[in-house]
């Protein structure tokens, strides 16, 4: 799915602009226009959506999550 979100650190610091549309926190204005100009192209959504689904799984596959959080909690018990 096509991701809108606002420009916020946490959000910015893990989105791709191919990904993900990012707009200035609340500006409602900005979001409408960003949902809006999305609904209307859908060959633009199809592509932020595979970008997206990479993006995911890619970086957030559940065994690779589990192996860094395995890593961290190995760490604070040495």
Same mark, same amino acid.
């Given at each position: 799915t096509p991701v809108v979100a606002s420009d916020? *650190? $946490?959000y910015a610091d893990v989105a791709t602009p191919d990904a993900v549309s990012l707009v200035p926190p609340g500006d409602g204005s900005a979001l409408a226009d960003a949902?809006? $100009? +999305? +609904? $209307?192209?859908? *060959?633009r959504r199809v592509v932020m959506a595979g970008a997206a689904r990479q993006l995911a799984e890619s970086?957030?596959?559940w065994p690779d999550i589990a192996g860094r959080l395995e890593a961290i909690y190995e760490r604070a018990l040495a």
């Open positions: 916020i *650190p $946490g949902v809006c $100009g +999305l +609904l $209307g192209d859908e *060959p970086r957030y596959a």
